[in-house]
């Protein structure tokens, strides 16, 4: 069965310095892993997300994320936080086996100290 | 500009009312979701519809009921029989096939009066 765990529900980082947002899954066959933003009472957006492709991915406003298949890990990273990267990060998979549903983690609340 | 609507922002929700969401997707997508949002628990899938006429339960969808009879809009209804539906609820849509990703609307915010 597919499950996705977000290890912190909330991180707080002060600007510009980095961000590591962690994210571990299980899935029985082949994965594909997203991480998804939130801004407040907005929408989801996709930042990222990793097809089988190159394990290291690079996303939207300079996220990228590593795909670990020993580890069964996909964490966030970014270099250097900006203030709005404020927001809840949800970590998303689905695998080949089922590819029309999506499993969501619990979210991580990122909070950017100035 | 493509992209999926959600309709209306805001709805409150009178005692043994039935309330229906809009959703409406011109990406010319097969499969629609439909999600809920409670603080702290990330999204629970209500239901969802992956092909026209056609549409599963998910794991949340006592209380609740959709239709997809055509292929852009995918209404769900809250029905009085969902004793808590004070959420955030939300409407994505994909293209059918392995490795792709959702896309979200905008997001409905029921609240009950």
């Known amino acids: 069965a597919q499950s996705v765990t977000q290890l912190d529900s909330h991180v707080s980082v002060s600007e510009g310095t980095p961000v590591l947002l962690r994210c571990n899954y299980s899935?029985?066959?082949?994965?594909?892993l997203f991480w998804y933003v939130q801004h407040p009472n907005k929408g989801l957006q996709l930042l990222l997300k990793y097809t089988s492709a190159a394990t290291l991915v690079k996303g939207i406003n300079g996220f990228e994320a590593e795909f670990k298949k020993s580890e069964t890990s996909f964490h966030l990273t970014k270099p250097s936080a900006h203030m709005s990267d404020a927001a809840e990060y949800f970590c998303?998979?689905?695998?080949?086996?089922?590819?029309?549903?999506?499993?969501f983690g619990s979210g991580t609340k990122l909070n950017v100290k100035p | 500009d493509g992209g999926i609507t959600q309709s209306p922002k805001y709805l409150f929700r009178k005692e043994g009312q039935n309330v229906t969401l809009s959703c409406e997707q011109n990406?010319?997508?097969?499969?629609m979701y439909w999600y809920r949002q409670d603080p702290g628990q990330g999204l629970r899938l209500i239901y969802y519809?992956?092909?026209?006429?056609?549409?599963q339960k998910g794991d949340i969808a006592e209380g609740y009921s959709v239709s997809r009879e055509k292929k852009e809009s995918f209404p769900l209804t809250v029905t009085s029989a969902q004793k808590n539906p004070t959420a955030f609820y939300l409407c994505a849509s994909s293209p059918t096939g392995p490795r792709e990703k959702l896309f979200f609307g905008s997001g409905t915010q029921l609240s009950v009066l």
């Open positions: 519809s992956q092909i026209v006429n056609d549409f």
């Open positions: 899935s029985s066959y082949s994965p594909s």
């Open positions: 998303v998979v689905s695998d080949l086996g089922n590819f029309n549903k999506f499993y």
């Open positions: 990406l010319n997508h097969d499969a």
